[in-house]
């Protein structure tokens, strides 16, 4: 309901105006929605903006009050507020299974996220990754889009290369039970210390390197199962994370296939193209300083090349392209822009993020460099464990479990999808599995509530009404729900769900806490316990777009 009001708020804003943008925000206290048009029509009109919303608001009042919307002017400032009307059909409408979806479009997104690269475990910093990407895409499949979620593999770089040569010649044996990522980066390490300690061993790297760009069935093949064997590591993380992928591409097919000599064809053609023992771009004209080496002198491609070939594929496949990258991977995703723009192809849409970190001393590092995922996960899970065993030590020691590892997945996904991305977080504990604070639990917790109270009910009849302030700023929240998910895909800003949830939650409390629900009696029971079930179904969708469980009892 709200989307079709503020549309209509809009096009009749349109109408008495004339102009495009009516300048719409939010009301605040005040209303649902304002208007500040009056500003930008006061040069024009040569009146005073106060002036021109009185007569704006009586204008509009005659078409909007059927609707169920008064209009009033405060001053220079339009003000809007919907009526029971409202409120009523908004209620009907958060009941139907499913609420938040928009209609299907059709638009084909893809949208690449994590793409790590595969010679050890994913580390705290790519889950950041991983969460901000998987929750847009939950958004874009929740608003209509046609989603494809993709990996890509870097499958034939230098670090692929250290690992095949140490697994050629170091005799390093997998510990039984060792997860394949974390016997991967063992052989990683190792060989990287043999390469320090005797550096001819780099020609023999190089000499993988050639091999694999030349295609050689044997080398390809080696490469090939390293990589494989680190990425079945890779999906056991992503799947406890609940971030799965519906295409894994890897890099080596663009060059098996063909498509990047394709690429470096055209680039061969452009005036910023330049061969002096590497190839590269002169990206200067965008004011990018660096030099877009795509070729190295002994023949061989970077990963820039059979990325550019990567994203014509993309291009020529999806309507819609998105990458999820770190803040250290701004250059590489500019330099790419431009190169895309310099031979005329469509740019992907790049939502950079800051990196998550950990309290210092909350964890050991392993050789003091980085704090593995699964680490993480094993840590919050402890954790949850413990407090959900304080809050339920009734409950089977295999129930609590269960409970904790939701827990924990939602404490880890919420508290680092709740801050925007190009904001740095660090992630606390004491802050991610508080159930009484703005947390994943605190929201989980909240649904929980609502469904305990439904239970406890038993039949009801349906009433669509709320009539005390606290009903009413409840069903307002309610309503904006499909809203919420719209500008999330729209801006590529998925913390903005999480904050909806959060105050979802927080108005859902306030309202149990003021208004007796089972205590009350007749009509206005039914209606609370209408707007329960509409709050527990809302709160249900928005945890599940936020990748949580939406527990039903904690």
Same mark, same amino acid.
């Given at each position: ?16 105006? @004339? ?7 939010g ?5 649902d ?10 040069k024009?009109?040569? =009146?005073?903006?106060?002036? &021109?919303?009185? $007569? ?10 059927? #609707? ?12 809007? #507020? ?8 908004s209620i009907?409408?958060?009941? =139907?299974?499913?609420?938040g ?6 638009? #084909? ?7 790590a ?6 580390h705290?910093?790519?889950i ?12 874009f ?14 499958d034939? @770089? ?8 140490g697994?050629? *010649? ?17 052989? !990683? ?11 001819? &061993? ?23 199962q ?7 590591g890779?999906?056991?993380?992503? @799947? ?14 663009f ?5 990047m000599e ?11 193209? *330049?061969d002096e023992?590497?190839?590269f ?16 002198s ?9 990325d550019?070939a ?9 309507d ?5 990258? @770190?803040?250290?991977?701004?250059l590489?995703?500019?330099?790419l822009? =431009? ?5 005329g ?9 800051e ?18 995922a ?5 840590e919050?899970? #402890? ?13 089977p $020691?295999? $129930? ?8 924990a ?16 977080t ?16 605190? &929201?989980? !917790? ?12 038993g ?13 009413q ?6 309503a ?13 800003r ?8 959060r105050?979802?939650a ?10 007796p ?5 007749? $009509?206005t ?11 527990q179904?809302?709160?249900?969708e ?13």
């Amino acid at each position: 309901m709200y989307i079709e009001t503020h549309d209509l708020i809009r096009s009749v804003l349109q109408e008495a105006t @004339g102009e495009e943008d009516v300048l719409i925000t939010g009301g605040g206290e005040h209303a649902d929605l304002a208007s500040t048009v009056a500003f930008s029509l006061a040069k024009k009109r040569r =009146a005073p903006p106060a002036a &021109i919303a009185q $007569e704006l608001a009586t204008g509009l009042a005659a078409t909007l009050a059927p #609707r169920g919307v008064t209009v009033e002017a405060t001053g220079p400032y339009l003000n809007f #507020r919907f009526g029971r009307e409202y409120l009523a059909a908004s209620i009907r409408a958060a009941l =139907a299974p499913g609420y938040g979806a928009l209609g299907r479009q059709a638009t #084909r997104v893809v949208l690449e996220h994590t793409s790590a690269n595969p010679n050890g475990p994913l580390h705290v910093g790519h889950i950041r990754n991983s969460i901000i990407g998987d929750t847009l895409a939950r958004a874009f499949k929740k608003s209509g889009y046609s989603t494809e979620v993709q990996y890509y593999v870097n499958d034939m @770089g230098r670090q692929i290369a250290i690992v095949v040569w140490g697994m050629d *010649h170091l005799g390093i044996a997998e510990i039984e039970g060792e997860k394949p990522d974390a016997y991967i980066a063992r052989v !990683y390490v190792e060989a990287n210390r043999r390469i320090e300690a005797d550096p001819a &061993i780099t020609a023999e790297v190089d000499g993988l390197m050639q091999l694999v760009e030349k295609q050689d069935p044997s080398t390809v093949r080696k490469f090939r199962q390293v990589v494989g064997r680190c990425l079945d590591g890779f999906r056991v993380t992503l @799947g406890e994370l609940a971030t799965p992928h519906d295409r894994f591409v890897w890099e080596s097919d663009f060059l098996r296939i063909g498509d990047m000599e394709r690429v470096f064809s055209r680039l061969h053609r452009l005036p910023q193209a *330049h061969d002096e023992g590497v190839f590269f771009l002169d990206l200067n004209e965008f004011g990018i300083e660096n030099r877009y080496i795509l070729r190295r002198s002994d023949g061989t491609s970077v990963y820039a090349a059979r990325d550019l070939a990567y994203h014509l594929w993309k291009g020529r496949n999806f309507d819609r392209v998105i990458d999820v990258l @770190g803040a250290d991977h701004k250059l590489i995703g500019s330099q790419l822009q =431009a190169a895309l723009r310099l031979i005329g192809e469509r740019p992907p849409e790049i939502v950079h993020f800051e990196f998550v970190s950990l309290p210092e001393g909350s964890m050991s590092t392993r050789a003091g460099k980085f704090v593995p995922a699964d680490d993480l996960i094993a840590e919050t899970r #402890r954790r949850a464990f413990d407090e959900v065993t304080i809050r339920r030590p009734e409950l089977p $020691e295999e $129930e609590r479990h269960a409970i904790a590892e939701s827990v924990a997945l939602a404490a880890i996904r919420y508290d680092i999808v709740r801050i925007s991305p190009e904001k740095s977080t660090v992630f606390d504990w004491t802050t991610a599995l508080d159930f009484e604070r703005q947390s994943g639990p605190y &929201i989980q !917790y909240a649904h929980a509530r609502a469904c305990s109270i439904l239970e406890k009910a038993g039949e009801y009849r349906e009433v669509f009404a709320a009539e005390s302030s606290y009903e009413q700023a409840l069903v307002r929240q309610i309503a904006k729900f499909p809203a919420a998910v719209a500008q999330a895909v729209e801006e590529l800003r998925p913390h903005l769900i999480a904050t909806y949830a959060r105050e979802l939650a927080d108005l859902f409390n306030t309202f149990y806490h003021f208004e007796p629900v089972l205590r009350a009696e007749g $009509e206005t029971r039914d209606a609370r316990l209408t707007l329960v079930r509409a709050a527990q179904n809302t709160l249900k969708e928005a945890l599940e777009t936020l990748g949580i469980d939406a527990l039903r009892s904690m």
